[in-house]
């Protein structure tokens, strides 16, 4: 039964191998998870019979009932309140109390937290309403969230936090054949948004660092811009319709004459309110700062930009809720007109002596109109911190600052011209090593990775406990060599020694990044003063923005009269009023009494294990998470570890640190698949598996370490009896047939609490045995062949077209490129040792890669022939193995099938394209391994 539950755990954690292997049918079957509804977080049945249930095996741990879990003691009333009625109509499931989910959910990447009293996961507009109905009834103001990456601390609430639920807020519609237009919902990742609309030449315009993590609800609330739109293609003037639900509960859809008409009758105050403050506006002072304003990026309180470009009340009315931050009404919909995306680019890092002859070829790059997507400066700090001689020579001087630029055309020529028109503005300036312009994406995306990554990298050196900070400031770009100097010297002053400075410098925007310690008063007075300066110097020297695209949040809303002066602030208020008369949408952010609100609810980051430190909460790593939408992801999974660690190191709170680790022990670990996708997009390449597998090792017992020795002594024998099992579950299958095979394995899962998996009719059957091949010739090439375990002991469903299992295609495809096949020696009992690693037993792994190395070793003549491994994981385990060993040993050259194919078996092979269709699923180990691309270049040669 161990095994058995090993082996079910192993198929669950690695289906995205297994799924590529097994192909369509089964592959639907993993992608529900093999077990679609025992094994889902759903709360176990209780069953009414008398019958004690059985004891579960100390391996199991089952989903907790969240209807059950008890609410914290000092939840107030109203909230309380507000959580029964919301059961009436959202399952307990998505009603969070429980002090795991609720630190988890309730985190964004700015360096605030606030924990909130009950989140609660939205999956329709319905809900939605009725949720702000009550909260409204109830007083309890409300906060939403998408995506969790907002960097001025807009997404962090002590009250009610409505999240976007998982997989249901992310429908995409394509507007025209020209895709001209496009429809999202909130919960639609900004690059899965290009990605649709890829095959029309077009994207969404705005193109924040963090596209690969953000969601359209925060892109739009935030009014994101980027790198590339600059101020004409940001979602302010990129948006076109919206639905909106306000605070009553009321729904709007702009592009809805029936929706407008309805909303003019019932909220005609609210439209005569925004059309009476636009015309007390018009022609006065006021109007011309805020047209001043908005010709540099300016995202610091409302977007009162909305007030002086349409007379429309509608139009006021979505373009103000645009950088709404969440204050005014839940974007629920939103509709974008898309601009093209060229398909040919060409990047260039240039260094140049010092920032003022980089800012000098910023101001001849705009004024002569050059045909540049994007420049952007980076000073010396910033290129310093990417820790890559191979693009940034360490023997560069300290001054030196560079300017990463993009040109994009329709066609080479053009591209190779604008090229050229670019190069000659730059060389009226001298640069610190030549110029080199380069349109190969696989040069130039390490360049852009550079200066993506710069915010978290710095993260990721910074000193232990310290907050990484950002500040995000625009002025008028003549200014920007100037104010790069100032602030180079206020940094200097305040002592803010590893303080880097990057930014859009087409648009004169400035993102200053550094770490601070929060720990004591002394530390908190520091970043008081540097504020002050930083805020005085932006506003009163250089008449700025103080957030120029990050939103204001907590960060800046002390200092938004301080920008805008009192008579915009006062309009800002006035439209406030307008929306949420009661202050329950996000209160504290963009507009706030309090002048030290800045100073407060800082969050902690102690160091807890050398494998996370690191991370500073970014959340770049949740959309690659595989459980990210069943439990935490591996930021959420960090974030409850460093409290925990925090408890435990503290003393505080010891009944708290108890249910903690209690709901993290399913939340946290008993989910994880540590198949180390988070590292992928991390960019400091954190693997939270990592932890969780160590976490998972200090839990395992004597008698567990014990049976797992057993099973590793005894691998041939436990493959022998699983094939059997899979015979014997293929043979019940055939008897009783579907519907009576799953009616059986329902109650037997039931009998066993739930340690027997259910059965499906993609069931794999047993593997057929292996026929070692005779060599025909010494004449013919050799390769070792190391069949996984599973391949050696899952074969196809019985219901799958494909009747030969992976390993008599492997050879059938092998021979037919005429190479000899060796297989290591002893070969039923070897194993690479993963599944042994991610259910936390390393030395069992570690024993068994051992061994496995010196068969292949062996096999290979001392690593004269290549070897192939048939599944990604295993390959990925043996490189780390080989990775710890000396240079001095003999070196094996490993491959997994796609690369094998193509390097080896290609020019062997003649290839028939077929005119079908085909999906292409890159496994996990493979994206890690840099493959993703060598697949689409094997599937389109077929």
């Not at 079957?29 to 100390?58: C, D, H, M, N, Q």
């Not at 990775?449 to 995000?472: C, M, N, Y």
């Not at 200014?479 to 880097?500: E, G, M, N, P, V």
């Amino acid at each position: 039964r161990w095994f058995v539950k090993m082996r079910r755990s192993l198929t669950l954690s690695r289906s995205p191998i297994v799924r590529c292997f097994q192909r369509d049918k089964l592959s639907k079957a993993f992608e529900s998870r093999l077990f679609p509804k025992a094994s889902t977080a759903s709360p176990p049945v209780r069953s009414s019979s008398a019958v004690p249930p059985t004891p579960r095996p100390v391996w199991y741990t089952a989903p907790p009932n969240y209807a059950e879990l008890p609410l914290d003691a000092d939840l107030p009333e109203n909230y309380a309140r507000l959580r029964t009625e919301v059961l009436k109509f959202i399952d307990a499931r998505r009603v969070i109390h429980d002090p795991v989910r609720r630190l988890a959910f309730g985190t964004d990447a700015s360096f605030y937290r606030l924990i909130p009293k009950l989140v609660i996961n939205v999956e329709t507009e319905e809900e939605v309403s009725r949720v702000l109905r009550l909260a409204g009834e109830l007083h309890t103001p409300v906060t939403f969230r998408a995506a969790g990456t907002s960097l001025s601390g807009q997404a962090v609430t002590d009250s009610v936090r409505l999240r976007l639920g998982p997989s249901r807020w992310d429908r995409q519609v394509v507007v025209g054949r020209d895709a001209g237009q496009v429809k999202l919902q909130p919960g639609v990742i900004g690059t899965h948004a290009n990605a649709t609309l890829a095959p029309y030449g077009k994207k969404i315009g705005p193109d924040p660092a963090s596209l690969s993590a953000c969601m359209v609800g925060g892109i739009a609330a935030n009014n994101s811009s980027g790198m590339c739109c600059g101020v004409k293609q940001n979602t302010y003037h990129t948006v076109q319709d919206m639905r909106v639900i306000f605070r009553d509960g009321t729904v709007l859809d702009t592009a809805s004459e029936t929706s407008r008409a309805e909303f003019a009758r019932t909220h005609g105050a609210l439209l005569d309110g925004l059309a009476n403050i636009a015309r007390r506006i018009r022609g006065t002072p006021l109007e011309q700062l805020i047209r001043r304003k908005y010709a540099i990026k300016n995202t610091t309180g409302y977007s009162l930009n909305a007030l002086v470009d349409f007379t429309d009340p509608f139009e006021i009315l979505k373009h103000i809720l645009v950088g709404s931050e969440g204050t005014l009404a839940f974007i629920a919909e939103v509709t974008l007109n898309t601009v093209p995306e060229l398909p040919h680019k060409a990047s260039a890092l240039i260094f140049f002596p010092d920032v003022v002859l980089a800012s000098r070829v910023v101001m001849d790059l705009k004024m002569k109109a050059d045909p540049v997507a994007a420049v952007e400066l980076m000073d010396r700090a910033c290129l310093r911190a990417s820790k890559n001689p191979a693009i940034v020579p360490d023997e560069l001087d300290d001054k030196v600052a560079a300017l990463l630029i993009e040109t994009r055309a329709d066609s080479k020529e053009q591209l190779q011209a604008q090229i050229d028109r670019i190069v000659q503005t730059v060389r009226a300036v001298p640069t610190s090593l030549p110029v080199r312009f380069t349109s190969l994406a696989s040069e130039y995306t390490p360049l852009w990775d550079i200066r993506k990554a710069a915010f978290p990298l710095l993260g990721a050196v910074r000193k232990q406990s310290s907050s990484l900070v950002t500040e995000d400031v625009a002025v008028p770009i003549e200014h920007l060599a100037s104010l790069t100097l100032d602030l180079q010297a206020l940094f200097s002053k305040h002592r803010y020694d590893d303080a880097i400075i990057m930014g859009h410098a087409l648009e004169g925007n400035l993102h200053i990044v550094f770490a601070q310690t929060f720990t004591n008063p002394a530390e908190l007075e520091q970043y008081r003063l540097l504020m002050a300066e930083l805020t005085d110097l932006v506003v009163s020297k250089y008449n700025g923005s103080l957030k120029a695209e990050h939103g204001t949040g907590r960060n800046i809303a002390p200092f938004v009269e301080l920008e805008w002066g009192r008579d915009a602030y006062q309009i800002m208020h006035e439209v406030k009023q307008l929306f949420d008369p009661d202050n329950l949408l996000n209160p504290g952010v963009i507009l706030s009494d309090d002048p030290l609100l800045h100073l407060k609810n800082i969050k902690a980051l102690p160091a807890t294990h050398p494998k996370v430190d690191k991370c500073i909460e970014c959340g770049f790593c949740e959309s690659h998470c595989p459980s990210r939408e069943l439990t935490l992801s591996p930021r959420q999974r960090i974030i409850v570890w460093r409290e925990m660690q925090r408890l435990r190191d503290s003393g505080e709170q010891p009944a708290l640190l108890k249910q903690m680790e209690r709901g993290y022990e399913y939340e946290g670990e008993k989910t994880c698949a540590a198949d180390g996708m988070c590292a992928v997009s991390c960019p400091v390449k954190i693997n939270t598996g990592e932890l969780i597998k160590l976490h998972r090792a200090d839990l395992r017992r004597p008698l567990e370490r014990r049976l797992a020795q057993m099973v590793a002594d005894n691998f041939a024998a436990v493959a022998s009896a699983t094939r059997f099992v899979l015979f014997a579950a293929d043979a019940a299958y055939r008897v009783l047939g579907q519907s009576t095979m799953a009616a059986v394995t329902r109650l037997a899962r039931r009998a066993t609490a739930s340690t027997i998996p259910l059965w499906n009719a993609y069931l794999p059957r047993p593997a057929a045995p292996i026929a070692l091949p005779r060599l025909a010739s010494s004449e013919r090439p050799k390769v070792v062949y190391f069949p996984s375990c599973i391949t050696r002991t899952m074969g196809p469903a019985s219901n799958d077209s494909e009747r030969r299992s992976l390993h008599q295609v492997t050879l059938s495809l092998l021979n037919k490129a005429g190479y000899d096949v060796v297989f290591p020696a002893a070969l039923d009992s070897q194993c690479c040792g993963c599944a042994f690693e991610s259910k936390g037993f390393p030395d069992q792994e570690s024993s068994l890669n051992t061994k496995l190395h010196r068969a292949l070793l062996e096999a290979s003549e001392g690593g004269r022939h290549p070897v192939l491994f048939d599944t990604s994981p295993c390959l990925g385990q043996m490189a780390k193995h080989l990775q710890t060993l000396p240079k001095s040993l003999p070196s094996l050259k490993i491959y997994e099938p796609v690369s094998f194919v193509l390097e080896h078996l290609a020019p062997r092979l003649n290839f028939a394209p077929t005119s079908e269709s085909v999906s292409v699923h890159t496994p996990c180990s493979s994206k890690q391994l840099g493959l993703e691309g060598r697949f689409h270049e094997l599937a389109s040669k077929c």
